[in-house]
């Protein structure tokens, strides 16, 4: 299975700022998930990030509020652009697994906090 | 589009005793079906992952069973202990195009006391 790490592990930042989230892969995969965890909801897809070419976006979620890098086959980040109190969450980046089957695997998340 | 409902939101047990937790989903036509444990603040632990053409998958004291055409999945953990305490999350994997969709539910915080 995929080892992934994120930084940072938590963050408070002022409204009106922003912040941008880095995420690891311990080997080479082509598709990186970034999910957003709004306190005492479940997760909901943000956009899914391919090497090389654009992000995919789900349906609420935009490029300039969240643009997303994806510079190589390990590697992506995500920044929470001009930053409100409703962007407190918990940013979780993921992977697909092919080895066996799209088995997913996730990261320790970032617990971000906007005052 | 398709939702997925977990039952019960929480649950509290004595320690060793064996539970059930239940996740239902609206569309059937899943690819798979993967539970996930998460601690508080923190991301997901993959627990079990059950293929569409599967019924039951398990592991250690985890076991989870599919059962595709009513839309449901249930997760049982057996002679529960404290560390066990956690919110359980179930997730519908769906194929959309070319790529795997995950829908979760909310979860179930499950609290195991001593």
């Known amino acids: 299975s995929a080892v992934i790490s994120q930084k940072p592990s938590r963050d408070i930042c002022q409204r009106g700022t922003s912040l941008t989230i880095q995420c690891q892969v311990d080997?080479?995969?082509?598709?990186m998930f970034w999910y957003r965890q709004q306190p005492g909801q479940s997760l909901t897809l943000i956009a899914t990030?391919?090497?090389?070419?654009?992000?995919?976006?789900e349906s609420g979620f935009v490029i300039d509020k969240f643009p997303i890098s994806r510079p190589n086959l390990t590697f992506s980040t995500l920044t929470v652009s001009n930053m409100s109190p409703e962007d407190s969450s918990i940013y979780l980046c993921?992977?697909?697994?092919?080895?066996?089957?799209?088995?997913?695997?996730f990261g320790p998340g970032t617990r971000l906090t906007v005052t | 589009k398709q939702e997925v409902t977990q039952i019960p939101a929480a649950l509290s047990v004595p320690e060793g005793e064996n539970l059930v937790l239940n996740c239902s989903f609206t569309?059937?036509?899943?690819?798979?079906l993967q539970w996930f444990r998460q601690d508080p603040g923190k991301g997901l632990t993959s627990l079990l992952l059950?293929?569409?053409?599967?019924r039951e998958q398990t592991s250690g004291r985890l076991n989870a069973s599919l059962d595709k055409s009513s839309g449901r999945s249930t997760l049982y953990i057996a002679a529960s202990q404290p560390g066990d305490s956690a919110t359980y999350l179930c997730?519908?994997?769906?194929?959309?195009?070319?790529?795997?969709?995950?829908?979760f539910g909310k979860g179930t915080l499950l609290t195991v006391n001593p």
């Open positions: 569309d059937s036509a899943i690819y798979n």
């Open positions: 993921s992977v697909e697994d092919w080895a066996h089957y799209p088995e997913q695997y």
């Open positions: 990030a391919n090497q090389g070419s654009e992000a995919t976006y």
């Open positions: 059950i293929q569409s053409s599967q």
């Open positions: 997730a519908v994997i769906t194929r959309g195009g070319s790529n795997y969709k995950l829908t």
């Open positions: 080997s080479q995969v082509t598709m």
